[in-house]
């Protein structure tokens, strides 16, 4: 018999930088959808981010890697090589170079509030399924959005996740863990040279398996 698909979340993000926050939930998200791995898609650039602040793409995948030791987390910058800028087009390039992985998109609740901002929000939620992670003060302002109007029907109870490589797309389900408040925002605050600590790093992504040069 051939064995099923492998089953892969896509968290992404700018990792500027990485945190136990982001492990947390992409380790409570595999548990929760029964997830084989989690792949962190380290953007290039984020459109509807302020690049001023943004560290090379380099020292915030070598933040990624380093966060995603001994777990099932895959840090990439897959976006770079595809050329792809938005999530829409990223998402259907995933889809055909790896026809044998089920996926799923996992956002937060943050972003979900202004996903009617994202180029072709509609083409993400009939791509792949959705999966939303509550944020705190993020939540009360999701249901009164365009998008959530028009995603509100689609929206499944919280006992049919384990069964979502079944779902007929669109389909969304949301999830909720312990809050956990740390942000790369506060990181920065803390420590604004934070990114010198990995101008050094040589390094392979974990996906594509290609060295990522240190000056671009």
Known sequence: ???????VGLMGGSFNPAHGGHRFIALETIRALGLDEVWWL????????????MAPLAARYAS???????????????ERDLGTRYTIDTLRALRQRYPHIRFIWIMGADNLRQFQHWKNWRGIAQTMAIAVIARPGYDSGV??????TWLRRFVLRLHQRGSWTQWRIP?????????DRRS????RRA?????????HTDIRDAVTHRAIPVKE
Request: glycine fraction near 4%; charge should be positive.
């Open 1 to 7: 018999m051939r064995p099923p698909p492998r089953t």
């Open 42 to 53: 380290v953007s290039p650039g984020n459109p509807l981010k302020d690049r001023a602040d």
């Open 64 to 78: 990624a890697f380093a966060m995603a030791r001994r777990a099932r987390i895959r840090p990439t910058v897959i």
């Open 143 to 148: 249901h009164g959005t365009s998008a959530m």
């Open 171 to 179: 389909a969304l389900v949301h999830l909720r863990f312990c809050p």
């Open 184 to 187: 790369a925002t506060q990181l």
């Open 191 to 199: 420590n604004p040279h934070w990114h010198f600590s990995h101008d």
